[in-house]
């Protein structure tokens, strides 16, 4: 049963236009929300959080919007840019262990 | 900037051989975790120390799996024997026992043959 869902595998942009992925999750007990960026043959890198108390979190290019009511988050990333182009997790967490479960990944492609 | 360190960035090894990493997180850091990564999956947590003492290892295949953090800094994760259903890439991360964002390592890419 996953718990966290990214249902698009991957998004093509282009450059300056804005990014829009995904991501919807099943347990309400989540109440801390993040998204992470990979790229090939490095470990994942922290983006940007949002706590379940809030709706809406911006950090320059970056801006994560959650909807709990419809269990769902999506992060916008405007304007795109070349080096953008990564695997975007999003993860979430439930309680004071802090432990992530994460989603499938979207592979996002931003074209000069 | 202060990063999760972890060795061999690669590792061939035949099936049923044994096989370690390392990890030594960001100073400071009083939580540690491995994950596991197969491919086109997100991470799955394997085991999470809370200085020397294991929090969770609910998802760590305990046969053939082990974890040790013995001073509480850097750890060790074993496999003994490997199969080839491991080959995955095993990741470390380390966060502040208050925060919840993690911060991850380079990753160490096993392939069992």
């Known amino acids: 049963d996953q718990q966290v869902k990214q249902n698009s595998p991957s998004l093509s942009v282009q450059e300056g236009r804005i990014s829009i992925l995904n991501c919807d999750y099943t347990n309400s007990m989540f109440d801390y929300f993040l998204w992470y960026k990979k790229y090939p043959a490095e470990g994942p890198t922290f983006l940007i959080s949002?706590?379940?108390?809030?709706d809406k979190n911006e950090d320059g290019r970056f801006t994560v919007f959650l909807n709990k009511s419809a269990k769902h988050l999506s992060l916008h990333i405007v304007p795109s840019q070349p080096g953008d182009s990564a695997v975007y997790f999003c993860?979430?967490?439930?309680?004071?262990?802090?432990?992530?479960?994460f989603g499938k990944g979207t592979l996002l492609t931003v074209n000069p | 900037e202060a990063e999760v360190a972890q060795s061999p960035r690669y590792k061939i090894t035949e099936k049923s051989q044994a096989v370690a990493f390392w990890c030594d997180p960001i100073s400071g850091h009083a939580t540690l975790y491995w994950y596991r990564q197969i491919l086109g999956q997100g991470p799955e947590l394997l085991v999470q120390?809370?200085?020397?003492?294991?929090?969770?290892d609910s998802q760590l295949p305990k046969d053939r799996f082990s974890a040790e953090r013995l001073k509480g800094v850097d750890s060790t994760l074993k496999i003994q024997p490997a199969e080839l259903g491991d080959s995955a890439m095993y990741l470390c991360?380390?966060?502040?026992?208050?925060?919840?964002?993690?911060?991850f390592g380079p990753g160490t890419r096993l392939t069992v043959t």
């Open positions: 993860a979430a967490s439930a309680g004071s262990n802090y432990k992530l479960t």
């Open positions: 991360a380390s966060s502040l026992t208050s925060g919840v964002e993690q911060y």
């Open positions: 120390f809370q200085d020397e003492s294991v929090v969770d």
């Open positions: 949002i706590s379940s108390i809030k």
